[in-house]
Antibody
Framework: EVQLLESGGGLVQPGGSLRLSCAAS????????MSWVRQAPGKGLEWVSA????????YYADSVKGRFTISRDNSKNTLYLQMNSLRAEDTAVYYC??????????????WGRGTLVTVSS | QSALTQPASVSGSPGQSITISCTGT?????????VSWYQQHPGKAPKLMIY???NRPSGVSNRFSGSKSGNTASLTISGLQAEDEADYYC???????????FGGGTKLTVL
């Protein structure tokens, strides 16, 4: 079955760190760029970060640049998001998403169920 | 404030058609045919409904269609059904350092 399964969310204090994981199955993981997208409670979607299939290129939203690090282990079919210096405004459900990049498109065709990160004292 | 502008809510009766607009700029919606639409039911993950402005993934009903004119993209749902009630988000790839932007979301109510 083609699926993405996130884990690693939880409650963390402001200034703390957390590492999210996303286990992929059912497709050739290394052939696809991957991304993290978050959704604050009751709010819309916000793109956070993306990484190329090889892991050689990474991209970040300005809101997380310098604090978050995206990485992947293609031998384990797993995507990661290391989150440091967490702030209250980082509180959200974090979704892992498979990215399709073609000559005519850039979009997310598969999403995980998400993992909730709560930053609070 | 979201980068792309969508109406907060739309509604329609079963069988009717509705259209959700998504307005951006020449740096995103207007500059590329990279507009996609996602459906999200409460407590669920987003689901891809339209990609590359007007293409439907396999398994998505042909009642869903997309289009674009200038800096505004649109999602039309025809023959509304109760199961269509959900939040809908547009998205576009951009030329800025923020690779993707989303709309604020539109809540569709089927009356």
């Amino acid at each position: 079955e083609v699926q993405l399964l996130e884990s690693g969310g939880g409650l963390v204090q402001p200034g703390g760190s957390l590492r999210l994981s996303c286990a992929a199955s059912g497709f050739t993981f290394s052939s696809y760029a991957m991304s993290w997208v978050r959704q604050a409670p009751g709010k819309g979607l916000e793109w956070v970060s993306a990484i190329s299939g090889s892991g050689g290129s990474t991209y970040y939203a300005d809101s997380v640049k310098g604090r978050f690090t995206i990485s992947r282990d293609n031998s384990k079919n797993t995507l990661y998001l290391q989150m440091n210096s967490l702030r209250a405004e980082d509180t959200a459900v974090y979704y892992c998403a498979k990215v399709v990049v073609t000559r005519g498109g850039r979009y997310f065709d598969l999403w995980g169920r998400g993992t909730l990160v709560t930053v609070s004292s | 404030q979201s980068a792309l502008t969508q109406p907060a809510s739309v509604s329609g009766s079963p069988g009717q058609s509705i259209t959700i607009s998504c307005t951006g700029t020449s740096s995103d919606v207007g500059g590329y045919n990279y507009v996609s639409w996602y459906q999200q039911h409460p407590g669920k993950a987003p689901k891809l409904m339209i990609y590359e402005v007007s293409n439907r993934p396999s398994g998505v009903s042909n009642r869903f269609s997309g289009s674009k004119s200038g800096n505004t993209a649109s999602l039309t749902i025809s023959g509304l059904q109760a199961e269509d009630e959900a939040d809908y988000y547009c998205s576009s790839y951009t030329s800025s350092s923020t690779l993707w932007v989303f709309g604020g979301g539109t809540k569709l109510t089927v009356l």
